[in-house]
Protein backbone atom coordinates (compact mmCIF):
# COMPACT_ATOMS: atom_id res chain seq x y z
CA UNK A 1 0.00 0.00 0.00
CA UNK A 2 2.93 2.37 0.56
CA UNK A 3 3.49 2.64 -3.15
CA UNK A 4 0.41 4.60 -3.43
CA UNK A 5 1.12 7.82 -0.84
CA UNK A 6 3.37 9.74 -2.66
CA UNK A 7 1.25 9.30 -5.76
CA UNK A 8 -2.32 10.45 -3.37
CA UNK A 9 -0.47 13.16 -1.83
CA UNK A 10 0.68 14.72 -5.18
CA UNK A 11 -3.09 14.46 -6.45
CA UNK A 12 -4.56 15.92 -3.57
CA UNK A 13 -2.23 18.85 -3.23
CA UNK A 14 -2.28 19.00 -7.25
CA UNK A 15 -6.10 19.09 -7.47
CA UNK A 16 -7.29 20.92 -3.87
CA UNK A 17 -5.17 24.10 -5.05
CA UNK A 18 -5.58 23.25 -8.93
CA UNK A 19 -8.42 25.30 -9.31
CA UNK A 20 -6.79 28.20 -7.72
CA UNK A 21 -3.36 27.99 -9.45
CA UNK A 22 -5.45 28.29 -12.44
CA UNK A 23 -6.11 31.77 -11.73
CA UNK A 24 -2.17 32.55 -11.22
CA UNK A 25 -0.76 30.55 -14.50
CA UNK A 26 -3.20 32.43 -16.95
CA UNK A 27 -3.87 35.77 -15.47
CA UNK A 28 -7.21 38.63 -15.85
CA UNK A 29 -10.04 36.27 -16.93
CA UNK A 30 -9.55 33.47 -14.71
CA UNK A 31 -8.75 36.02 -11.74
CA UNK A 32 -12.12 37.22 -12.77
CA UNK A 33 -13.58 34.19 -12.41
CA UNK A 34 -11.89 33.11 -9.89
CA UNK A 35 -12.52 36.23 -7.43
CA UNK A 36 -15.39 34.71 -5.26
CA UNK A 37 -12.33 31.73 -3.90
CA UNK A 38 -10.58 34.13 -2.52
CA UNK A 39 -11.63 35.44 0.76
CA UNK A 40 -9.19 38.02 3.27
CA UNK A 41 -7.87 36.53 6.18
CA UNK A 42 -8.58 37.43 9.48
CA UNK A 43 -6.04 38.55 11.62
CA UNK A 44 -6.22 36.30 14.15
CA UNK A 45 -5.85 37.62 18.43
CA UNK A 46 -2.25 36.85 20.40
CA UNK A 47 -4.69 34.68 22.81
CA UNK A 48 -5.73 32.27 19.46
CA UNK A 49 -2.26 31.79 17.61
CA UNK A 50 0.96 33.97 17.82
CA UNK A 51 2.01 36.26 15.02
CA UNK A 52 3.50 34.67 12.71
CA UNK A 53 6.17 35.86 9.23
CA UNK A 54 5.38 34.09 6.19
CA UNK A 55 8.70 34.17 4.53
CA UNK A 56 8.72 31.60 1.67
CA UNK A 57 11.08 29.44 3.53
CA UNK A 58 7.65 27.36 4.34
CA UNK A 59 4.36 27.56 4.74
CA UNK A 60 1.65 25.37 6.47
CA UNK A 61 -1.75 25.38 5.10
CA UNK A 62 -5.23 23.30 5.92
CA UNK A 63 -7.13 21.52 2.98
CA UNK A 64 -10.63 20.80 4.61
CA UNK A 65 -12.98 19.48 2.70
CA UNK A 66 -16.40 18.96 3.71
CA UNK A 67 -19.93 17.40 1.88
CA UNK A 68 -21.66 20.97 1.44
CA UNK A 69 -25.76 21.82 1.46
CA UNK A 70 -27.99 18.84 1.07
CA UNK A 71 -25.90 16.50 3.19
CA UNK A 72 -26.53 16.02 7.02
CA UNK A 73 -24.39 17.77 8.57
CA UNK A 74 -23.33 18.97 5.69
CA UNK A 75 -20.51 21.74 7.36
CA UNK A 76 -18.27 19.14 9.11
CA UNK A 77 -15.14 18.33 7.94
CA UNK A 78 -15.13 15.09 6.01
CA UNK A 79 -11.22 15.48 5.38
CA UNK A 80 -8.26 17.60 7.12
CA UNK A 81 -5.04 17.39 5.92
CA UNK A 82 -2.15 19.89 6.71
CA UNK A 83 0.45 20.22 4.14
CA UNK A 84 3.70 21.59 5.55
CA UNK A 85 5.57 22.91 2.56
CA UNK A 86 9.13 23.30 3.21
CA UNK A 87 10.38 25.30 0.59
CA UNK A 88 14.06 25.56 1.76
CA UNK A 89 14.86 21.62 2.62
CA UNK A 90 12.59 20.81 -0.40
CA UNK A 91 10.62 18.99 1.70
CA UNK A 92 6.54 18.13 1.74
CA UNK A 93 4.67 16.80 4.69
CA UNK A 94 0.85 15.87 4.13
CA UNK A 95 -0.24 14.88 7.88
CA UNK A 96 -3.78 13.47 8.19
CA UNK A 97 -5.86 13.91 10.81
CA UNK A 98 -8.62 11.80 12.06
CA UNK A 99 -12.06 13.08 11.46
CA UNK A 100 -13.04 11.44 14.95
CA UNK A 101 -10.27 13.41 17.05
CA UNK A 102 -11.94 14.71 20.19
CA UNK A 103 -10.87 17.94 21.40
CA UNK A 104 -11.53 21.06 22.82
CA UNK A 105 -13.30 24.00 20.45
CA UNK A 106 -13.84 27.45 22.01
CA UNK A 107 -17.40 27.74 20.71
CA UNK A 108 -18.21 30.42 22.94
CA UNK A 109 -15.22 33.13 23.05
CA UNK A 110 -12.74 32.36 25.31
CA UNK A 111 -14.77 28.87 26.30
CA UNK A 112 -14.07 25.22 25.50
CA UNK A 113 -16.12 22.24 25.14
CA UNK A 114 -14.78 18.82 23.86
CA UNK A 115 -16.84 17.74 20.30
CA UNK A 116 -15.49 16.21 17.28
CA UNK A 117 -12.64 17.53 15.13
CA UNK A 118 -15.06 17.41 12.24
CA UNK A 119 -16.98 20.23 14.56
CA UNK A 120 -15.16 23.00 13.94
CA UNK A 121 -15.43 24.02 10.40
CA UNK A 122 -18.96 23.54 11.03
CA UNK A 123 -19.14 26.02 14.65
CA UNK A 124 -16.97 28.36 12.65
CA UNK A 125 -19.61 29.06 9.72
CA UNK A 126 -22.40 28.43 12.12
CA UNK A 127 -22.92 32.25 13.58
CA UNK A 128 -26.69 32.12 14.49
CA UNK A 129 -26.66 28.88 17.05
CA UNK A 130 -22.65 29.83 17.92
CA UNK A 131 -23.40 33.94 18.09
CA UNK A 132 -20.32 34.78 20.36
CA UNK A 133 -17.70 33.49 18.83
CA UNK A 134 -14.90 35.61 18.44
CA UNK A 135 -14.66 37.85 15.46
CA UNK A 136 -11.98 35.81 13.42
CA UNK A 137 -14.55 32.71 13.63
CA UNK A 138 -17.23 34.56 12.56
CA UNK A 139 -18.62 34.63 8.78
CA UNK A 140 -17.30 33.62 5.43
CA UNK A 141 -13.89 32.66 7.05
CA UNK A 142 -15.34 31.38 10.51
CA UNK A 143 -14.86 27.91 9.29
CA UNK A 144 -11.50 27.78 7.95
CA UNK A 145 -9.69 29.69 10.56
CA UNK A 146 -11.56 27.73 13.16
CA UNK A 147 -10.29 24.61 12.03
CA UNK A 148 -6.44 26.11 11.14
CA UNK A 149 -7.02 26.83 15.36
CA UNK A 150 -7.68 23.94 16.30
CA UNK A 151 -5.50 21.60 14.23
CA UNK A 152 -2.91 23.57 15.25
CA UNK A 153 -3.51 23.46 18.50
CA UNK A 154 -3.52 19.08 18.51
CA UNK A 155 -0.36 19.62 15.46
CA UNK A 156 1.83 22.09 17.05
CA UNK A 157 2.02 23.79 14.13
CA UNK A 158 0.88 27.58 13.16
CA UNK A 159 -1.41 26.69 10.27
CA UNK A 160 -1.44 29.69 8.25
CA UNK A 161 -4.55 29.30 5.45
CA UNK A 162 -6.91 27.23 4.85
CA UNK A 163 -8.48 26.00 1.01
CA UNK A 164 -11.51 24.38 1.78
CA UNK A 165 -13.53 22.35 -1.11
CA UNK A 166 -17.49 21.80 -1.15
CA UNK A 167 -17.67 17.87 -2.07
CA UNK A 168 -21.05 18.90 -3.94
CA UNK A 169 -19.30 21.16 -6.30
CA UNK A 170 -16.74 17.81 -6.54
CA UNK A 171 -20.51 16.05 -7.79
CA UNK A 172 -21.57 18.83 -10.42
CA UNK A 173 -17.37 19.01 -11.87
CA UNK A 174 -17.66 15.36 -12.54
CA UNK A 175 -20.74 15.66 -14.44
CA UNK A 176 -19.54 18.69 -16.52
CA UNK A 177 -17.09 16.48 -17.15
CA UNK A 178 -19.26 13.83 -18.46
CA UNK A 179 -18.10 11.32 -16.10
CA UNK A 180 -14.63 9.60 -15.19
CA UNK A 181 -13.26 6.60 -15.43
CA UNK A 182 -12.13 5.30 -11.76
CA UNK A 183 -10.49 2.29 -11.79
CA UNK A 184 -11.84 0.71 -7.62
CA UNK A 185 -9.32 -0.86 -6.28
CA UNK A 186 -11.16 -3.60 -4.79
CA UNK A 187 -14.72 -5.17 -4.82
CA UNK A 188 -16.86 -3.56 -1.52
CA UNK A 189 -19.93 -3.52 0.16
CA UNK A 190 -21.65 -0.55 2.13
CA UNK A 191 -24.93 -1.42 3.67
CA UNK A 192 -25.09 1.88 5.97
CA UNK A 193 -24.78 4.55 3.31
CA UNK A 194 -27.00 7.79 4.36
CA UNK A 195 -29.65 8.56 2.15
CA UNK A 196 -30.14 12.32 1.51
CA UNK A 197 -33.21 13.12 3.31
CA UNK A 198 -33.83 10.02 5.21
CA UNK A 199 -31.74 11.16 8.29
CA UNK A 200 -35.30 11.57 10.39
CA UNK A 201 -37.02 9.13 9.02
CA UNK A 202 -38.85 6.82 11.74
CA UNK A 203 -39.12 3.48 9.52
CA UNK A 204 -41.95 2.58 10.51
CA UNK A 205 -41.57 2.49 14.18
CA UNK A 206 -43.91 3.76 16.78
CA UNK A 207 -42.91 6.16 19.55
CA UNK A 208 -42.61 3.62 22.05
CA UNK A 209 -40.11 1.66 20.10
CA UNK A 210 -38.54 4.51 19.43
CA UNK A 211 -37.71 5.62 22.82
CA UNK A 212 -36.84 1.65 23.58
CA UNK A 213 -34.24 2.12 20.86
CA UNK A 214 -32.66 5.21 22.35
CA UNK A 215 -32.40 3.41 25.88
CA UNK A 216 -30.91 0.46 24.30
CA UNK A 217 -28.27 1.87 22.08
CA UNK A 218 -26.29 4.95 20.98
CA UNK A 219 -24.22 6.63 18.80
CA UNK A 220 -23.95 4.36 15.45
CA UNK A 221 -25.63 1.30 16.72
CA UNK A 222 -28.60 3.57 17.66
CA UNK A 223 -28.55 5.09 13.79
CA UNK A 224 -28.17 1.18 12.36
CA UNK A 225 -31.98 0.29 14.14
CA UNK A 226 -33.49 2.45 11.14
CA UNK A 227 -32.45 0.68 8.27
CA UNK A 228 -34.79 2.48 5.98
CA UNK A 229 -32.77 6.27 6.28
CA UNK A 230 -29.32 3.95 4.48
CA UNK A 231 -28.98 2.28 1.20
CA UNK A 232 -26.70 -0.24 -0.40
CA UNK A 233 -23.45 0.71 -2.26
CA UNK A 234 -21.62 -1.76 -3.94
CA UNK A 235 -18.75 -1.29 -6.10
CA UNK A 236 -16.89 -3.92 -8.18
CA UNK A 237 -13.17 -3.93 -8.92
CA UNK A 238 -11.70 -2.64 -12.10
CA UNK A 239 -12.23 0.25 -13.94
CA UNK A 240 -15.89 2.36 -13.87
CA UNK A 241 -17.17 5.16 -15.29
CA UNK A 242 -18.66 7.54 -12.72
CA UNK A 243 -20.74 10.13 -12.69
CA UNK A 244 -20.61 12.75 -9.56
CA UNK A 245 -23.11 11.46 -7.23
CA UNK A 246 -21.81 7.76 -7.67
CA UNK A 247 -18.21 9.10 -7.38
CA UNK A 248 -19.36 11.15 -4.03
CA UNK A 249 -20.66 7.82 -2.50
CA UNK A 250 -17.68 6.19 -3.62
CA UNK A 251 -14.89 8.38 -1.71
CA UNK A 252 -17.38 9.02 1.65
CA UNK A 253 -18.20 5.55 2.15
CA UNK A 254 -17.08 4.44 5.70
CA UNK A 255 -19.28 1.34 6.63
CA UNK A 256 -17.28 -0.99 4.37
CA UNK A 257 -16.22 -3.98 5.98
CA UNK A 258 -14.26 -5.09 2.70
CA UNK A 259 -12.75 -1.59 2.50
CA UNK A 260 -13.24 0.76 5.89
CA UNK A 261 -11.13 3.04 7.60
CA UNK A 262 -9.50 6.18 6.52
CA UNK A 263 -6.48 4.39 4.48
CA UNK A 264 -9.05 2.82 2.14
CA UNK A 265 -11.04 6.44 1.86
CA UNK A 266 -7.82 7.85 0.75
CA UNK A 267 -7.12 4.81 -1.68
CA UNK A 268 -10.36 5.85 -2.94
CA UNK A 269 -9.87 9.18 -3.26
CA UNK A 270 -6.50 8.59 -5.19
CA UNK A 271 -8.51 6.70 -7.66
CA UNK A 272 -10.90 8.68 -8.13
CA UNK A 273 -8.53 12.27 -8.30
CA UNK A 274 -6.62 10.47 -10.64
CA UNK A 275 -9.44 9.92 -12.68
CA UNK A 276 -10.47 13.58 -12.87
CA UNK A 277 -6.74 14.80 -13.65
CA UNK A 278 -6.63 12.83 -16.46
CA UNK A 279 -9.90 13.61 -17.64
CA UNK A 280 -9.35 17.51 -16.72
CA UNK A 281 -5.62 17.16 -19.06
CA UNK A 282 -8.06 15.94 -21.69
CA UNK A 283 -8.66 18.39 -24.96
CA UNK A 284 -12.18 17.80 -24.70
CA UNK A 285 -12.12 19.75 -21.33
CA UNK A 286 -11.11 22.86 -23.08
CA UNK A 287 -14.61 23.31 -24.61
CA UNK A 288 -16.34 23.48 -21.28
CA UNK A 289 -13.69 25.70 -19.06
CA UNK A 290 -15.61 28.55 -18.81
CA UNK A 291 -18.31 26.38 -16.56
CA UNK A 292 -16.27 24.40 -15.02
CA UNK A 293 -14.52 27.54 -13.56
CA UNK A 294 -17.78 29.17 -12.80
CA UNK A 295 -18.80 26.02 -10.54
CA UNK A 296 -15.20 25.85 -9.07
CA UNK A 297 -15.42 29.60 -8.09
CA UNK A 298 -19.10 28.46 -5.90
CA UNK A 299 -17.52 25.40 -4.43
CA UNK A 300 -13.92 26.71 -3.02
CA UNK A 301 -12.58 29.39 -0.58
CA UNK A 302 -8.65 30.38 0.61
CA UNK A 303 -7.34 32.88 2.33
CA UNK A 304 -3.77 31.89 0.45
CA UNK A 305 -2.65 35.01 -1.94
CA UNK A 306 -1.84 35.09 -5.12
CA UNK A 307 2.11 35.35 -4.01
CA UNK A 308 1.52 32.48 -1.98
CA UNK A 309 0.09 30.51 -5.07
CA UNK A 310 2.92 31.63 -7.04
CA UNK A 311 5.36 29.80 -4.36
CA UNK A 312 2.82 26.62 -4.15
CA UNK A 313 3.18 26.68 -8.41
CA UNK A 314 7.06 26.99 -7.94
CA UNK A 315 6.88 24.02 -5.88
CA UNK A 316 4.38 21.77 -7.99
CA UNK A 317 6.62 22.21 -11.35
CA UNK A 318 9.57 20.92 -9.38
CA UNK A 319 7.82 18.30 -7.70
CA UNK A 320 10.54 15.58 -8.43
CA UNK A 321 12.88 17.69 -6.22
CA UNK A 322 11.08 17.77 -3.40
CA UNK A 323 10.96 14.70 -0.88
CA UNK A 324 7.48 13.83 0.13
CA UNK A 325 6.14 11.93 3.25
CA UNK A 326 2.81 10.98 4.81
CA UNK A 327 1.94 11.10 8.57
CA UNK A 328 -1.17 9.71 9.85
CA UNK A 329 -2.83 9.49 12.92
CA UNK A 330 -3.85 6.17 14.15
CA UNK A 331 -4.38 4.07 17.19
CA UNK A 332 -0.74 2.50 15.79
CA UNK A 333 0.57 4.78 16.57
CA UNK A 334 -0.25 7.98 19.41
CA UNK A 335 -4.70 7.17 19.42
CA UNK A 336 -6.48 5.13 21.11
CA UNK A 337 -10.57 4.79 20.55
CA UNK A 338 -12.69 5.63 23.36
CA UNK A 339 -16.65 6.91 23.55
CA UNK A 340 -17.24 10.41 25.00
CA UNK A 341 -20.09 10.70 27.48
CA UNK A 342 -22.85 10.87 24.83
CA UNK A 343 -21.83 7.19 23.75
CA UNK A 344 -19.82 8.80 20.57
CA UNK A 345 -17.06 6.90 19.14
CA UNK A 346 -13.71 9.11 19.39
CA UNK A 347 -10.50 8.54 18.99
CA UNK A 348 -8.45 10.27 21.74
CA UNK A 349 -4.30 11.08 22.86
CA UNK A 350 -2.46 7.60 24.50
CA UNK A 351 -1.76 10.07 26.95
CA UNK A 352 -5.48 11.14 27.81
CA UNK A 353 -7.86 13.48 26.90
CA UNK A 354 -6.44 16.92 25.38
CA UNK A 355 -2.87 15.66 26.01
CA UNK A 356 -1.44 16.56 22.74
CA UNK A 357 3.17 16.56 23.57
CA UNK A 358 3.41 13.14 22.02
CA UNK A 359 1.40 13.95 19.19
CA UNK A 360 3.12 16.84 18.19
CA UNK A 361 6.42 14.84 19.19
CA UNK A 362 5.62 12.51 16.96
CA UNK A 363 4.45 14.86 13.77
CA UNK A 364 7.67 17.04 14.56
CA UNK A 365 9.87 13.92 13.76
CA UNK A 366 7.81 13.34 11.12
CA UNK A 367 8.35 15.71 9.29
CA UNK A 368 12.31 16.09 10.34
CA UNK A 369 13.17 13.02 8.56
Known amino acids: MRKYLPKLKKILITLSLLFIFLAAFFGGYFVAKFSRIFVKKTPTTPEVAPPVTITDKALDILLIGYGGPGHDGGTLSDTL ?21 WVPIPYDWDNLQNYKINMAHA ?8 ANKRPE ?4 TGGGNMAKRVVGQVTGLTIENFVSVNFEGLVKVIDLLGGVETDVPVTFDDFSYPIKGNENETCGFSAE ?18 TCRYEHL ?25 HGGDFARSERQYALLTGIKNKLVSLETAKKLSALLDTISDNVRTDLTLEQITSFRGL ?18 VLNASKSSDGQFILVPKEGINKWAKIQEFIASGISQ
Open 81 to 101: IVVHADFENKKIAFISVPRDL
Open 123 to 130: IGLDDTRY
Open 137 to 140: FRGV
Open 209 to 226: EIADFHAKYSGFDLEKQF
Open 234 to 258: HFDKGRVIMNGETALKFVRSRHSSQ
Open 316 to 333: LAKDGEYKVSSIYLTEQN
